[in-house]
């Protein structure tokens, strides 16, 4: 893995060149070992957090773990594109526009106990402005290439929150053109229903049970390239005991494995059924 600049890694991906490199902010990881239509996001895999905030912050290191979603760059590791976040969402949210990517208060409870300086929001949000770049960079490059692009957008949320049943896995589609690719989405919810997984636990997949799927990631390239479908897929913390902070490799790899094939046999089909559209 390489340290890059901003403009080193969009200047790789421009050229069309294999990589796998870290920002030199160290915010985030890019892999492209080859150039496929199909990519894979965890932004909000990271845990990182600027010590200079430390002293600042209201919430303890679990809690921000708690609201995290550790695991998710592992889940879709073996394919050939993928990047994803190494800050926490607690110091900026790449899932939340520029304008609200800070928080002021975090589930119910406020974030800091001595509010940010303005030099301080700026060095949080270059990051995320930099990311952007990269993923206008990253997008155009597979449209011009391929014509159609599909990006799986991994997340996962806390099952344990909910007083009633959810599923393992839910799909938000409420701001993708679900006429145009409601085939694909269906598609991608049954084939996630059948992924098999350890210790009982049982796979079920649902679309807009407990998210919508109104992420700024989504949003964003949803709203700048037409011909790219976004799939927000979250997985339920089935992985981990989220009260106790353990997690359970034997699941997370169970996940791996389901969507080192599934993913990749779904981005297939989708490219042969919408390259021409």
């Known amino acids: 893995m390489q340290k890059l600049t901003i403009q080193e890694i969009i200047s790789k991906i421009e050229n069309e060149e294999k990589f796998e490199a870290v920002s030199s902010d160290y915010s985030f990881t890019i892999k492209i070992e080859s150039y496929v239509h199909y990519v894979c996001g965890a932004v909000h895999d990271g845990h990182q957090f600027r010590k200079e905030l430390w002293h600042k912050c209201l919430h303890t290191e679990y809690e921000r773990w708690f609201e995290e979603d550790p695991e998710t760059k592992q889940m879709v590791e073996t394919h050939p594109i993928v ?3 190494c800050d926490s969402r607690f110091e900026y949210d790449l899932n939340r526009a520029p304008e609200s990517a800070i928080y002021t208060d ?5 974030l800091w106990k001595i509010p940010l300086t303005e030099t301080e929001k700026q060095s949080s949000l270059k990051k995320h402005a930099n990311f952007y770049k990269v993923i206008q960079a990253l997008i155009k490059k597979l449209e011009d290439l391929f014509g159609i692009v599909i990006v799986y957008d991994m997340h ?6 909910w007083n009633r049943e959810v599923p393992t896995f839910n799909l938000g589609t ?9 085939e694909s989405i269906e598609a991608w919810r049954a084939s996630l229903s059948e992924i ?6 049982k796979s079920t997949a649902l679309i807009n049970d407990v998210f919508k799927g109104n992420g700024y990631f989504l949003n964003y390239i949803t709203t700048n390239f037409k011909n790219t479908l ?10 981990c005991d989220e009260l106790k902070q353990i997690e359970y490799p034997e699941v997370v790899q169970a996940i791996e494995k389901g969507l080192k094939k599934r993913l990749k046999q779904h981005a297939m089909h989708f490219y042969k059924e919408y390259k021409s559209n």
């Open 83 to 85: 990047i994803a976040g």
């Open 106 to 110: 975090a589930w119910g409870k406020q």
């Open 156 to 161: 996962s949320y806390n099952w344990k929150r």
């Open 174 to 182: 409420g701001k993708v053109d679900n006429q145009r690719f409601g």
């Open 196 to 201: 098999k997984l350890p210790n009982g636990i």
């Open 230 to 239: 976004v799939l927000a897929t979250e997985v339920s913390k089935i992985y």
